[in-house]
């Protein structure tokens, strides 16, 4: 694939979308943002392809959307991009996205790896909402679903003083999965990718998609929600494999039907 803001690149069951432009700390600008989301809405489609992971370079996975780029715009003018909007395409894609982080995931960087399904990070990793120091605040979903993961106290913290977290910190407040030292979190990431890839596909679309809806439903609407997915796997080819070689003590082999 060609592009200029990101490279992909694609392996056994899994591919990594990665940042490219280190000379900013990978500044989300709104061509490397409508890169990315092109490019998970392509990989979203390719069979071959089961998970991806999104992810920066070691000293930065992003450091926020480009200030530049929005510094004389006026309200309409932002009204009007509607810049972020495009983030809310993510939100559709049904393969697992995995963030690789290492270095700074600031602002939109930040909320960009929320906007992942999990996020694997090195142990120099620092994250942070710091919009408020530059006279604004988050805008891509910082305020929600920061405070979704970490709670109200410690979102309020980050929000109102724009204060960087370390990976630890990250981990210890529920914002990521784990941290590894910094040569090894890419791998580890791609370990987590190749373990989705190999699950039956159709369950992982169905998991997904029910573990998101967590956070825009009531339990009520949601137990409706993973119930009807459960019961609609039994119709997939992989449901009557996998209950099958789990009694005849064998390896399933996922059609991905
Ligand atoms: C544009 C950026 C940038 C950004 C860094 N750079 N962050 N350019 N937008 N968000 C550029 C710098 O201008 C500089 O370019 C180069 O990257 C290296 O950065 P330095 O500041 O020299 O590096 P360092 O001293 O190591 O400091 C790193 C840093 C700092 C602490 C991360 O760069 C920083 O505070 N960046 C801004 C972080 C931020 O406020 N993010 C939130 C943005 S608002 P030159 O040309 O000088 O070499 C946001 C809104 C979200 O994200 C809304 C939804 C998307």
Known sequence: MSSTHIIVTKQHGYAIVQFNRPDVLNALNMKLMEEVVGALESLDKEQDVRCVILTGNEKAFAAGADIKEMA??????????????????????????????????????????????MVVASENAKFGQPEINIGVMPGAGGTQRLTRAVGKVKAMEMVLTGRMISAEEALRWGLINKVVPVEYYLEEAKNWAREIASKPPVAVRLAKESVLKAFDTTIEGGLEFERKNFYLLFASDDQKEGMKAFGEKRKPEWKGK
Request: some cysteine; hydrophobic content about 45%; glycine content about 8%.
């Open 72 to 117: 004389d715009a006026s309200a309409i003018e932002m009204l009007t991009r509607d810049q972020f909007a495009r983030w809310d395409r993510i939100r559709k894609i049904k393969k697992p996205i995995i963030a690789a982080v290492s270095g700074f995931a600031l602002g939109g960087g930040c909320e960009l790896a929320m906007s992942c399904d």
